[in-house]
């Protein structure tokens, strides 16, 4: 995936590589907040981003699947904190991190916690760390702790409840606190299997999925995973979508309609949907595309 996205306070950031990654900030009418930065390690080599996520304090919590860790930045794009996991001979082993490809924050008064994704078949491919680095939890595949998630690409929290995105197995796996609650099969209008690449929950249970690669969909499903609405698929006339990288949405205080972004094209386009499927545009300038940003 080219692009990631991550939504905090109404304030949508965009990470997507060209050449470098960029991370850039903007409001949901897609105007530019800030120039935006490229994404360098500490030699000043440009990175590639997996998913961001934006905590508290506006650091951007980068995953680097290259370097198989997790980075913050400020928003000067200097690095603040770095988590590596540790070092054992066995490669799947709790507290390992390898191609990182995801990154999710859970933060209250007292701690701030990172839960970070590995891709590929792994036991041990979602766990729970301390900003410290220290790894405080491993989820279980299906409850099971001898069984394996296939091709994680994303994960999200909302609240007490993690969902994890398996593109290989076509399913997405609910956790609450910790503990594996239940799973389904993302399926479009015509009863397909939807491989997902990135979810997006809202407060009351319903979730937006986006899946599928050349034949792609943006789907709206109820809390157990139900189709509610297909929002968008391949070649639908101003609801389009092609090789999703990453979806966010903001709920409405009201309760009324929330406003989703989605990245796709491998991270050429940004676009703003409603759940009723209509969409109100597209990003006209993308990070890295400005002459001169991140220098």
């Known amino acids: 995936m080219q692009g990631s996205l991550s939504l905090r306070g109404g304030v949508l950031y965009v990470a997507r590589h060209a050449q470098a990654s960029f991370v ?23 990175l590639v981003a997996g998913g961001i996520e934006i905590d508290s304090d506006r650091q951007v919590w980068v995953a680097d699947p290259q370097h198989g860790c997790v980075r913050a930045v400020n928003l000067f794009g200097a690095q ?3 988590i590596d996991g540790i070092e054992r001979a066995r490669d799947d082993r709790r507290g390992v991190l390898r ?13 701030r916690h990172i839960w ?35 091709d994680v690409q994303r994960i999200a929290l909302c609240g007490r409840f993690l969902y994890v995105c398996e593109f290989g197995a076509g399913r997405v796996q609910v956790f609450r606190d910790g503990e594996h609650l239940f799973w389904f099969r993302p399926l479009d209008a015509r009863g397909a299997n939807v491989a997902p690449t990135a979810i997006a929950p809202l407060p009351d249970g319903r979730m937006i ?42 709920a409405a205080p009201d309760g009324g309609s929330a406003r989703i972004a989605l990245i796709d094209c491998d991270g050429e ?14 990003l006209a300038e993308l990070p890295g595309q400005a002459v001169g940003e991140g220098e």
């Open 99 to 111: 191609r990182v490809l995801d990154v999710a924050l859970s933060e209250s008064d007292e701690a």
């Open 80 to 82: 603040t904190a770095r």
């Open 269 to 282: 386009r940004v676009q703003v949907f409603n759940l009723e499927g209509a969409c109100h545009g597209q």
């Open 24 to 46: 850039r900030p903007y409001d949901l009418d897609g105007r530019p907040l800030a120039r935006g930065f490229a994404l360098r390690d500490e030699h000043g080599e440009a």
């Open 116 to 150: 970070i994704a590995s891709g590929g078949s792994r036991r041990h491919a979602v766990q729970l760390f301390s900003e410290s680095g220290a790894c405080l939890a491993s989820l279980r595949p299906l409850g099971d702790p001898l069984a394996r998630f296939d």
């Open 209 to 250: 999925v986006a899946g599928g690669l050349e034949d792609a969909r943006l789907l709206l499903l109820d809390g157990s995973g139900r189709l509610m609405r297909e929002l968008a698929r391949t070649g639908r006339d101003a609801a389009d979508v092609r090789f999703p990288g990453d979806v966010v949405v903001e």
